[in-house]
């Protein structure tokens, strides 16, 4: 494949350039070709806007800002390695940090309560929440004005425009959005989707060499996609595995796997909102009556709920995707062999909620390297069967190389099972994962 790569959020927290020029050896050295910089979203504004340099206003300080200097540094350093940087601008969604600091009516809901008594009155998935208003007509100057300064700066042909995880409450706190319905009545969410599509994809369209990237959401969200999206738009799953995949394929675009249930990064290392009640509980919920039933009528060994509530991490994306789990997906299962090609590759998503550059490697190395052998070869071997078994004494032999070359990769396994391969599978059987 074409595009093997690692999302990197640098707006939950900072990566400084040191942890960031090691991710780009780290990638160089695992076959992977794209450092996907996911610079912005609500929580922090990062990085410099010479047209509006207030947006740095909410950076978390001033030394955790990247100057043009720097974001050129990074494209060169990632060039000289073979590394393509794709920049993200997350928008509409996720947009409170920088915008409100230009002007606060391109922001709606930014005053609401990030997680209301229902779902269907969320604002937001997480603090700090925040939209931009697709009805005011300032939003677009600003999106042009900013769209135009990091467009001169990356140069690389493939420029991510986001569209995830908006939130249609969110528009109900916008005076503009709710005069923009009165204005066309029988007008739907998806319809106030396509306006802004309509508005902005001229904006994004500036270079004839240009592909634009979105989040999957634009055209599969099941209450906010646009109607019509341009076909020539590479779409970025990450929900429901190879089901939103065949979607996209079958629909026609061209397709970056990241499915949360495999590729998400974050995942498993315990929920990071505070006080959750969730946490506060000392002997296991009661089973739904039919599950309690069930084991009553047929008592096991194992008693399916346990006093360690919640202590399969407690994040949304439970549980942690280790290196097999990543290694074992397959991402083009149930696909023609027509609606395959529309993969052109993965990236697992490093959401860094939990990660900054003090632990950065830790997280993302060498698991990662399961999705790069998968990638650049395959996860089978010439008889069919899944190369599990073969990769687990490769993977642990190449920590030991990240190790020596500067990146603090994790250890997968006790140095016993490095030092005797495969003393440590479960299976004799070297078959076991199958075909």
């Given amino acids: 494949y074409t595009h093997r790569g690692v999302l990197y959020d640098t707006s939950r927290n900072f990566l400084n350039m040191k942890a960031i020029y090691r991710q780009i050896d780290a990638l160089s050295y695992s076959k992977m070709n794209v450092f996907h910089w996911h610079i912005t979203d609500n929580q922090a504004w990062p990085i410099e806007i010479k047209a509006y340099p207030q947006m740095t206003k909410d950076a978390y300080s001033a030394r955790e800002i990247y100057?043009?200097?720097?974001?050129?540094?990074?494209?060169?350093?990632?060039?000289?390695r073979g590394v393509r940087v794709m920049p993200e601008l997350d928008m509409p969604g996720h947009s409170a940090a920088g915008w409100l600091q230009v002007d606060k009516k391109a922001v709606t809901c930014a005053d609401s309560w990030w997680d209301n008594d229902g779902w269907t009155h969320h604002s937001a998935v997480q603090p700090n929440p925040g939209q931009l208003d697709i009805a005011y007509e300032g939003t677009y100057k600003l999106i042009k004005n900013v769209y135009k300064e990091l467009s001169g700066l990356f140069k690389d042909n493939?420029?991510?425009v986001g569209f995830d995880e908006l939130h249609t409450y969110c528009y109900n706190y916008s005076s503009y959005s709710q005069d923009w319905f009165k204005k066309n009545p029988g007008a739907t969410y998806p319809d106030f989707a396509q306006y802004y599509i309509d508005k902005a994809l001229p904006i994004f369209q500036d270079k004839p060499s240009r592909r634009l990237v979105m989040w999957e959401d634009v055209v599969l969200s099941p209450d906010f996609p646009a109607k019509k999206v341009p076909k020539d738009i590479i779409m970025q799953s990450w929900n429901k595995g190879t089901d939103n995949i065949k979607a996209l394929a079958k629909a026609g675009y061209d397709i970056i796997v990241s499915s949360a249930d495999f590729l998400y990064l974050d995942c498993g290392h315990g929920g990071w909102v505070t006080n959750d009640p969730r946490y506060n509980v000392n002997s296991p919920p009661p089973l739904p009556k039919a599950?309690?039933?069930a084991f009553d009528a047929n008592p096991s060994a194992y008693?399916?709920?346990?006093?360690n509530y919640l202590g399969s991490g407690a994040s949304w994306c439970d549980p942690y995707k280790t290196w097999q789990r990543i290694y074992a997906?397959?991402?083009?299962?149930?696909?023609?062999?027509?609606?395959?090609?529309?993969?052109?590759?993965?990236?697992v998503a490093m959401w860094a909620e939990q990660a900054d550059s003090t632990n950065i490697d830790t997280k993302v190395w060498p698991r990662t390297a399961a999705l790069a052998e998968s990638l650049w070869s395959g996860n089978r071997n010439a008889k069919g069967f899944k190369r599990a078994t073969e990769l687990s004494a490769r993977i642990q032999e190449f920590r030991e190389r990240l190790v020596e070359r500067g990146v603090s990769a994790a250890p997968l396994v006790p140095k016993y099972c490095l030092q005797h391969p495969h003393h440590c599978d479960l299976h004799r059987n070297q078959t076991a994962w199958g075909k």
């Fill in 67 to 80: 100057t043009h200097k720097d974001v050129l540094a990074v494209i060169k350093y990632g060039r000289e």
């Fill in 158 to 160: 493939l420029f991510h």
């Fill in 291 to 293: 599950i309690q039933d």
């Fill in 303 to 307: 008693y399916p709920a346990s006093n």
């Fill in 329 to 347: 997906f397959d991402f083009t299962e149930g696909l023609t062999a027509e609606e395959a090609k529309h993969v052109i590759g993965g990236e």
